[in-house]
């Protein structure tokens, strides 16, 4: 891309330093081993001494000192890396983890840097495995701590030098691939990757969301793939526009689980089976809030929270309320009040709107997934749990649609073909009121009124 720059006199280029007593003078362009990036970096030298000189003012040479600059940050990176893998090895070699009370070095070292297990991880792993020339290359710029780190593995997978040496024009996601092709896989290295699974559920620092992170042996993850590909395309309706392949699993496996955690036991033969099956029935979702006026006067967007401690906002507040049984905690300090277990709607009127709608109300919806009775007017706006103003919905116009995506069902649309209205923030359409002299003739007549009179 400044390949023209090459042009500039090289004695302006940025000095060649000196390294220790066993390397020859290297300069910058030496800085990392590929070829391609000793070559970008004599562009970068060129271009820094042309931005310093008043006979240049072009916006390319900007580009390529702003390029070289962010090349030069990196480059203290990896030698600071270089001196953090000497530290490790001195501290493993006498031993501090256990001195400290740590399990294992890793868990040291991330708690000491305050960085990730897996930056914690690659540290250890290379000040268990390289000479101290070898540290002492990275400490000088003479290699990349990056390029290093997969080299190392490279070898120790027994990888040919040959092939190492041709690695280094290649960039790090393609060295990876070279890595994956080499590694040998045996029996015992399968039954400990097996043994190694993992799934956790780590809440966000603000507690907005929650991370979920883990492990899966190579077969293991293909067959979770496709079954939650398989389950996503099903979970979504017809016409609707899809979402992208991760949310799509990600509704999978809400759906999945959910469909697991209302599944009914089989009938107990005796009575003792039929308390065992009544205690081990779903729990309700419990809604905590730890401060009740707050919540009210910001309309829930404030000091709610699900037990498992993640803050939530008014459409998860909804959703809890309109899916079924709900118990309602307020936390003041150490005090703690009990509102009790709560339904929204009888079970007997549940039961009659799903009878009565016989599907999904949704106009042109035909999905009989997970079908849920709904509120055409909140609870919020004050609707009430009256049978006209319920109507069945599937998961996906329910869940997503509705509680997910801020989206209403016109109250003035037909039983039978329910519209859904944008958000109110982003559409100032509101439904118009039937015109009173119609409504009264209807009345009279005794006719439905499904939608507003023209």
Known sequence: MYDYLLDYPDQDTVQPRIGNGTQTCRSDSDLFTSRYQRERQRVYDRAHGMVNSDAYAHGDVEDAKAEAALVREQVKVSRARGGQIGWVRHMLRRGAAARFGYRNPTEMVASRLDVRRSTARD??????????????????????????LVETRLAEAGVSEEVIEASRDLDLEEVKRVLQAHRRMS??????????????????????????????????????????????????????????????????????????????????????????????????????????????????????????????????????????????????????????????????????????????????????????????????????????????????????????????????????????LPPRPTCGYQPPDPDPHALAILKALHVPTNRAPP
């Open 123 to 148: 540290l250890v792993y290379l000040a268990e495995r390289l000479a101290d020339t070898q540290i002492d290359s990275i400490r000088q710029g003479a290699v990349s701590y990056e390029r290093i």
């Open 187 to 420: 029996r015992a290295d399968e039954r400990a990757v097996f043994e190694g699974q993992y799934l956790t559920l780590q809440p966000s620092l603000d507690g907005s969301h929650v991370q979920l992170n883990g492990r899966l042996g190579a077969l293991e993850a293909d067959i979770c793939r496709q079954g939650l590909d398989r389950r996503g395309e099903t979970v979504v309706p017809a016409g609707e526009a899809r979402p992208d392949a991760g949310q799509r699993r990600a509704l999978a496996l809400t759906t999945l689980c959910q469909d697991e955690l209302d599944r009914q036991p089989e009938p107990g033969r005796t009575t003792a089976d039929r308390f065992r099956a009544a205690r081990r029935r779903r729990e309700p979702a419990v809604m905590v809030v730890a401060n009740q006026q707050l919540a009210e006067t910001s309309e829930f967007e404030q000091g709610v929270a699900v037990l498992a401690g993640a803050r939530v906002g008014p459409d998860t507040v909804d959703l809890i309320r309109c899916v079924g049984r709900t118990e309602v905690i307020t936390v003041v300090g150490q005090d703690i009040v009990q509102h009790g277990s709560t339904t929204g709607v009888r079970p007997s009127l549940r039961r009659a709107v799903l009878a009565r709608d016989d599907g999904c109300t949704i106009d042109g919806c035909t999905s009989t997934y997970r079908l849920e009775v709904h509120h055409v007017i909140p609870r919020s706006q004050g609707g009430t749990h009256v049978a006209e103003n319920l109507t069945t919905l599937c998961w996906w116009h329910h869940h997503v649609a509705v509680h997910r995506r801020g989206m209403r069902i016109d109250p003035q649309s037909p039983p039978r073909r329910r519209r859904l």
